[in-house]
């Protein structure tokens, strides 16, 4: 299958890594992967901050870079909310409307497109999983409390499919980890709180790693786990599941 | 322009598109044994329930009652019993006075055994038209409001009885 | 009230042991909710609960006027008020001429929203505020920190303290079931005396003229029950068409609420009882406005249950009082901008746009598009501090250009490596302020090392 990888802007900046990984998980998967998509970010940053002009600009050339691919893969649930959600509000036009028709989150991709819900692996480990709010209750890949579903969706499935991998119950299983963006730097007391509380539902569990399918959430745990949690093994599904496919 | 034409008007020119009214919503109310959910509503929220047998009268049931309970025991009668929540409709035009709603210390409300709904869909059907007054009980009053610890009896009943009148 | 939200939160979670118990206290309530509203039908309801909202809101002025022609023959006095000052100056008005001096009244956000008590005390009148949680506030004279539980931050000790203060309750009682005890006497005899009862309304239904208040103390019964005059403060969006509309209303409140399936009393009162006075005074104060805006009028379906607050993690983190609002949480967030947009545009940035306040009201509001949208107005109208909106026209600039945005990576990795770290970590940065470390830095980008493995061209 042809994908184009489109890498979120602070994943090429701060966590090559994760898309490192999804490129290798893909391959290993059978996809030929592009990794030819141009524009650096989908503009989410901005829109996010209120700024939707200095936002659409990114959106459009973002947009632009979707019009030759019939399938574009993120490891970001959060940009591909904004992709999918906010994109055709900003851009007016059928390309913007096409880029939000074929953007997937990688687990979504996996489990839907590549009809892949579940992978041969290995990962004999104690996970707390960390869906992240926009692919949560943004694009509905997990059942969340509030809706009275049981959490399921996925990533849940690509996880519980992998050999000896205990996924850790948890005493707020969707609660958001407190990144939000704009948050993190204008509500910065209330975002580490709710980061660290978080990660003390992590480690009472006895979780060695958390996994995340949204990178941002990811690195905002980091930057509280490195006091509160340091030795919670911190990874993004991507990386999870290309380790587990070796 | 006085406040009314003011509002009203005001109103008006936000030109909000009209709507379709509710649908009906469909529940499974109907398929439960509505006396048995009555009661675990009923226990649940604090309230007594019973069925008064073809032996007992009325009077015996809540003298007995009222032996129990310190303080006035009012009786009254309700129009409606809903299952889902464990509440009796009471109307005014059956009391005496609307205070007597709370001056209780006790109630007890006494409901026909065939007036028994499974939800408020058709418990709002069968409130009197043109009622000048009238309540949902659902079991004796209480509050929450000191950390979340629930105390039974703040401004109305302590205790509420609902004893089912198949008579 | 004119610290920031930030700033107040800040102060919030200093004592990091009683922003945990109000936390989990909230939380609570939140399960609580999970489990009253765990029925098959649950999301058809929410459904309804949205449709007969914005029926009613498409039919305001004639469902208004039907109520009013219903509650006029009924009896009752309707009166209307434009805003908050025309709404104090009419129950005033109808205090004085009754010559009421003690008014009992429950629970009603509307006239804490008009700020009623101080103007009726200016005025010789005495107000004592007869739910529970309400007259705690009051006795400690502060607002209330949450629409339904109001004083959800005080805890039992202090409230303990409190009333042995006020109401001569022992020194160290703090058992609940005293402390309510010691209450339902102190208020009772302000119930059963009062020249005249205020209430707030949960529903006006046009179709009967019948104003509906829940509670679960029995207050408002027994105040309006008693005394001679009732007066019903209430905004116009409160109105729903039908008893059919009551209904489903009725089983949505109560369990988004508090987790029960109703409360203990819901009373549907249409008439005065014979002898006594009934007036009911409809609020504007800035609801048509608001109908009258396409992208926020759905925040007028709210019913108040406060669900959207015990949901949210910022609120249980931070309380009522830290958002400066009279209504708090996530609906008062998109509530409060349209009142004053420069005062309290921080509230659309209380909020990481989790989408749990949305997924829990009954009702359907979509409170973080809302809040998204009252960003956008943040910024247009020049409302963010102005170095702030600057750097964020900088990096839309960057973001939005592959070869800007490589060079301007570049530049940032090495900056990040080379300048030492306690530079980097001053007060300055908001990002390690709050104790959070810097990122590690990656030596290179991703696409500086599909480069290097010729996998781009």
Same mark, same amino acid.
């Given at each position: 299958m042809r994908v184009a990888l489109a890498v979120p802007c602070y994943v090429d900046l701060l966590r090559p890594q994760v898309a490192r990984a999804t490129l290798l998980l893909l391959e290993r998967l059978g996809c030929e992967v592009s990794l030819e998509f141009a524009a650096p970010c989908c503009g989410q940053p901005m829109h996010n901050a209120g700024d939707f002009d200095a936002a659409r600009a990114a959106a459009s050339n973002w947009a632009a870079s979707a019009q030759r691919f019939d399938v574009v893969v993120m490891p970001s649930g959060s940009c591909t909310h904004h992709v999918r959600h906010h994109l055709p509000g900003l851009v007016a036009g059928a390309t913007a409307t096409h880029a939000a028709q074929v953007t997937f989150e990688l687990c979504e991709f996996l489990a839907g497109p590549?009809? &892949? /819900?579940?992978? /041969?692996g290995r990962f004999p480990h104690r996970v707390a999983m960390h869906l992240g709010c926009h692919a949560q209750? +943004?694009?509905?890949l997990g059942g969340s409390s509030e809706l009275h579903q049981p959490p399921s969706g996925p990533m849940h499935a690509l996880l519980g499919?992998? $050999? +000896?991998?205990t996924l850790v119950p948890l005493d707020r299983p969707d609660e958001c980890c407190g990144f939000g963006g704009s948050f993190a730097i204008g509500e910065p007391d209330l975002s580490v709180a709710m980061g660290r509380d978080r990660l003390t539902d992590y480690t009472a569990h006895r979780a060695e790693v958390l996994v995340s399918s949204d990178p941002s959430c990811l690195l905002h745990l980091e930057a509280i786990a490195s006091r509160s949690a340091p030795t919670l093994r911190t990874m993004h599904i991507a990386e999870l599941l290309e380790e587990a496919t070796r | 322009m006085n406040a009314r034409d003011t509002v009203l008007s005001s109103i008006r020119s936000a030109a909000v598109p009209p709507s379709p009214a509710a649908e009906q919503v469909s529940h499974a109310g109907g398929t439960v044994d509505l006396l048995e959910h009555f009661f675990r509503m009923l226990t649940a929220v604090g309230g007594r329930g019973l069925v008064r047998r073809a032996n007992e009268s009325i009077v015996d049931l809540v003298t007995s009652l009222a032996e129990d309970e310190q303080g006035g025991v009012v009786v009254v009668p309700g129009r409606v019993a809903v299952a889902e929540n464990g509440a009796v409709y009471v109307d005014a035009s059956d009391l005496v006075a609307r205070a007597d709603i709370v001056r209780a210390e006790h109630l007890v409300l006494v409901v026909p055994a065939a007036a028994l709904v499974p939800t408020m869909h058709e418990a709002v059907r069968l409130m009197p038209r043109g009622s000048a007054c009238g309540w949902f009980l659902s079991g004796p009053s209480k509050t929450a409001?000191? $950390?979340?610890s629930l105390v039974v009896g703040a401004q109305g009943a302590r205790t509420l009885h609902v004893i089912f009148d198949a008579g | 009230m004119s610290r920031t939200h930030p700033a107040a939160a800040a102060v919030f979670l200093r004592d990091s042991e009683r922003a945990a118990w109000h936390d989990e206290a909230l939380w609570f309530v939140r399960q609580k909710r999970d489990t009253a509203t765990a029925l098959p039908e649950w999301e058809a309801l929410r459904d309804a609960g949205a449709a007969l909202k914005a029926h009613a809101m498409g039919r305001l002025a004639e469902l208004l006027e039907t109520f009013e022609t219903h509650a006029t023959a009924a009896g009752v006095v309707v009166h209307w008020a434009r805003d908050a000052a025309e709404h104090n100056a009419v129950v005033l008005d109808i205090l004085r001429s009754a010559g009421a001096t003690r008014v009992a009244k429950s629970k009603s956000m509307l006239t804490e929203e008009c700020g009623l008590n101080p103007v009726l005390e200016a005025s010789g009148i005495e107000v004592v505020d007869t739910d529970l949680g309400e007259r705690i506030v009051q006795l400690a004279h502060e607002p209330p920190s949450h629409i339904v539980l109001p004083a959800i931050h005080w805890k039992k000790e202090e409230i303990g303290a409190l009333f042995h203060r006020t109401m001569g309750t022992p020194a160290g009682e703090s058992s609940p079931e005293a402390l309510a005890a010691a209450a339902r006497d102190h208020l009772r005899d302000a119930l059963l005396h009062a020249d005249a009862a205020i209430t707030g309304a949960n529903a006006l239904v046009a179709e009967t003229g019948g104003v509906v208040v829940c509670t679960n103390e029995g207050n408002a019964d027994l105040g309006m029950h008693s005394a001679p005059l009732h007066i019903v403060c209430v905004g116009i969006e409160k109105i729903i068409a039908t008893l059919d509309d009551l209904a489903v209303l009725l089983r949505i409140l109560a369990r988004s609420a508090t987790g029960q399936p109703i409360t203990a009393y819901t009373t549907h009162v249409a008439a005065p009882r014979p002898g006594a006075r009934m007036h009911v005074v409809l609020v504007d104060n800035g609801r048509s406005a608001r109908l009258a805006d396409p992208e926020m009028r &759905? /925040?007028?379906?709210?019913?108040?249950?406060?669900a959207c607050l015990n949901s949210c993690p910022i609120y249980r983190r931070s309380g009522g009082h830290s958002y400066g609002y009279v209504i708090p949480g996530p609906i008062g967030a998109i509530l409060a901008p349209a009142v004053d947009l420069k005062a309290h545009h921080d509230l659309a940035f209380a909020s990481t746009l989790c989408g749990s306040c949305g997924d829990v009201c009954p009702v359907r509001i979509d409170i973080p598009a809302q809040l998204l949208a009252w960003r956008g107005r943040a910024a247009a109208a020049g409302a963010l501090p102005a170095g702030y909106a600057a750097l964020i026209r900088r990096f839309g600039a960057i973001l939005a250009d592959r070869r800007r945005f490589d060079r301007a990576g570049r530049w940032a990795r090495q900056a990040l490596r080379l300048i030492p770290s306690a530079l980097l970590t001053g007060r300055w940065n908001p990002w390690t302020r709050a104790s959070r470390t810097l990122p590690v830095v990656p030596r290179e980008s991703f696409r500086e090392w599909a480069r290097r493995e010729g996998r781009l061209k």
């Amino acid at each position: 299958m042809r994908v184009a990888l489109a890498v979120p802007c602070y994943v090429d900046l701060l966590r090559p890594q994760v898309a490192r990984a999804t490129l290798l998980l893909l391959e290993r998967l059978g996809c030929e992967v592009s990794l030819e998509f141009a524009a650096p970010c989908c503009g989410q940053p901005m829109h996010n901050a209120g700024d939707f002009d200095a936002a659409r600009a990114a959106a459009s050339n973002w947009a632009a870079s979707a019009q030759r691919f019939d399938v574009v893969v993120m490891p970001s649930g959060s940009c591909t909310h904004h992709v999918r959600h906010h994109l055709p509000g900003l851009v007016a036009g059928a390309t913007a409307t096409h880029a939000a028709q074929v953007t997937f989150e990688l687990c979504e991709f996996l489990a839907g497109p590549l009809g &892949s /819900a579940k992978l /041969a692996g290995r990962f004999p480990h104690r996970v707390a999983m960390h869906l992240g709010c926009h692919a949560q209750r +943004g694009l509905r890949l997990g059942g969340s409390s509030e809706l009275h579903q049981p959490p399921s969706g996925p990533m849940h499935a690509l996880l519980g499919g992998l $050999e +000896g991998l205990t996924l850790v119950p948890l005493d707020r299983p969707d609660e958001c980890c407190g990144f939000g963006g704009s948050f993190a730097i204008g509500e910065p007391d209330l975002s580490v709180a709710m980061g660290r509380d978080r990660l003390t539902d992590y480690t009472a569990h006895r979780a060695e790693v958390l996994v995340s399918s949204d990178p941002s959430c990811l690195l905002h745990l980091e930057a509280i786990a490195s006091r509160s949690a340091p030795t919670l093994r911190t990874m993004h599904i991507a990386e999870l599941l290309e380790e587990a496919t070796r | 322009m006085n406040a009314r034409d003011t509002v009203l008007s005001s109103i008006r020119s936000a030109a909000v598109p009209p709507s379709p009214a509710a649908e009906q919503v469909s529940h499974a109310g109907g398929t439960v044994d509505l006396l048995e959910h009555f009661f675990r509503m009923l226990t649940a929220v604090g309230g007594r329930g019973l069925v008064r047998r073809a032996n007992e009268s009325i009077v015996d049931l809540v003298t007995s009652l009222a032996e129990d309970e310190q303080g006035g025991v009012v009786v009254v009668p309700g129009r409606v019993a809903v299952a889902e929540n464990g509440a009796v409709y009471v109307d005014a035009s059956d009391l005496v006075a609307r205070a007597d709603i709370v001056r209780a210390e006790h109630l007890v409300l006494v409901v026909p055994a065939a007036a028994l709904v499974p939800t408020m869909h058709e418990a709002v059907r069968l409130m009197p038209r043109g009622s000048a007054c009238g309540w949902f009980l659902s079991g004796p009053s209480k509050t929450a409001d000191i $950390e979340q610890s629930l105390v039974v009896g703040a401004q109305g009943a302590r205790t509420l009885h609902v004893i089912f009148d198949a008579g | 009230m004119s610290r920031t939200h930030p700033a107040a939160a800040a102060v919030f979670l200093r004592d990091s042991e009683r922003a945990a118990w109000h936390d989990e206290a909230l939380w609570f309530v939140r399960q609580k909710r999970d489990t009253a509203t765990a029925l098959p039908e649950w999301e058809a309801l929410r459904d309804a609960g949205a449709a007969l909202k914005a029926h009613a809101m498409g039919r305001l002025a004639e469902l208004l006027e039907t109520f009013e022609t219903h509650a006029t023959a009924a009896g009752v006095v309707v009166h209307w008020a434009r805003d908050a000052a025309e709404h104090n100056a009419v129950v005033l008005d109808i205090l004085r001429s009754a010559g009421a001096t003690r008014v009992a009244k429950s629970k009603s956000m509307l006239t804490e929203e008009c700020g009623l008590n101080p103007v009726l005390e200016a005025s010789g009148i005495e107000v004592v505020d007869t739910d529970l949680g309400e007259r705690i506030v009051q006795l400690a004279h502060e607002p209330p920190s949450h629409i339904v539980l109001p004083a959800i931050h005080w805890k039992k000790e202090e409230i303990g303290a409190l009333f042995h203060r006020t109401m001569g309750t022992p020194a160290g009682e703090s058992s609940p079931e005293a402390l309510a005890a010691a209450a339902r006497d102190h208020l009772r005899d302000a119930l059963l005396h009062a020249d005249a009862a205020i209430t707030g309304a949960n529903a006006l239904v046009a179709e009967t003229g019948g104003v509906v208040v829940c509670t679960n103390e029995g207050n408002a019964d027994l105040g309006m029950h008693s005394a001679p005059l009732h007066i019903v403060c209430v905004g116009i969006e409160k109105i729903i068409a039908t008893l059919d509309d009551l209904a489903v209303l009725l089983r949505i409140l109560a369990r988004s609420a508090t987790g029960q399936p109703i409360t203990a009393y819901t009373t549907h009162v249409a008439a005065p009882r014979p002898g006594a006075r009934m007036h009911v005074v409809l609020v504007d104060n800035g609801r048509s406005a608001r109908l009258a805006d396409p992208e926020m009028r &759905s /925040a007028l379906h709210c019913i108040r249950c406060g669900a959207c607050l015990n949901s949210c993690p910022i609120y249980r983190r931070s309380g009522g009082h830290s958002y400066g609002y009279v209504i708090p949480g996530p609906i008062g967030a998109i509530l409060a901008p349209a009142v004053d947009l420069k005062a309290h545009h921080d509230l659309a940035f209380a909020s990481t746009l989790c989408g749990s306040c949305g997924d829990v009201c009954p009702v359907r509001i979509d409170i973080p598009a809302q809040l998204l949208a009252w960003r956008g107005r943040a910024a247009a109208a020049g409302a963010l501090p102005a170095g702030y909106a600057a750097l964020i026209r900088r990096f839309g600039a960057i973001l939005a250009d592959r070869r800007r945005f490589d060079r301007a990576g570049r530049w940032a990795r090495q900056a990040l490596r080379l300048i030492p770290s306690a530079l980097l970590t001053g007060r300055w940065n908001p990002w390690t302020r709050a104790s959070r470390t810097l990122p590690v830095v990656p030596r290179e980008s991703f696409r500086e090392w599909a480069r290097r493995e010729g996998r781009l061209k």
